[in-house]
Nanobody, 126 residues
Framework: QVHLVESGGGSVQAGGSLTLSCVTS????????TGWFRQAPGREREGVAQ???????TYADSVKGRFTVSKDNAKNTLYLLMNSLKPEDTAMYFC????????????????????WGQGTQVTVTS
């Protein structure tokens, strides 16, 4: 079992930066595939970034070069550094964990990871 709690969301102007954190408890995150998803109003939830157990990262095309996912296994905390934010990045951001990959090169992003946080809102104004 993994319990995840996100923080760090807020309102920022386009071009600005935010860092989201996801503190986990329960089983250590080093044993899981972890990552971030987001959902904007009226849109389906989409995968944003994944960090695998060995630190390998995967990003959605829309955030490559702007977002960086990382984790601190000792603190059981996941991070998402978001730079050069755009209004289209506005969404509720969720961290997630699963015993299987969150993103597959052939199949894309999974729809329902086993564990989810409650989300943190990011709003980017133009």
């Amino acid at each position: 079992q993994v319990h995840l709690v996100e923080s760090g969301g807020g309102s920022v102007q386009a071009g600005g930066s935010l860092t989201l954190s996801c503190v986990t408890s329960g089983s250590p995150i080093r044993g899981y595939y972890t990552g971030w998803f987001r959902q904007a109003p009226g849109r389906e939830r989409e995968g944003v970034a994944q960090i695998e157990r060995d630190g390998t990262t995967t990003y959605a095309d829309s955030v490559k070069g702007r977002f960086t996912v990382s984790k601190d296994n000792a603190k059981n905390t996941l991070y998402l550094l978001m730079n050069s934010l755009k209004p289209e990045d506005t969404a509720m951001y969720f961290c997630a964990a699963d015993t299987h990959p969150l993103a597959d090169p052939r199949l894309g992003w999974v729809r329902n990871p086993i564990y989810w946080g409650q989300g943190t809102q990011v709003t980017v104004t133009s």
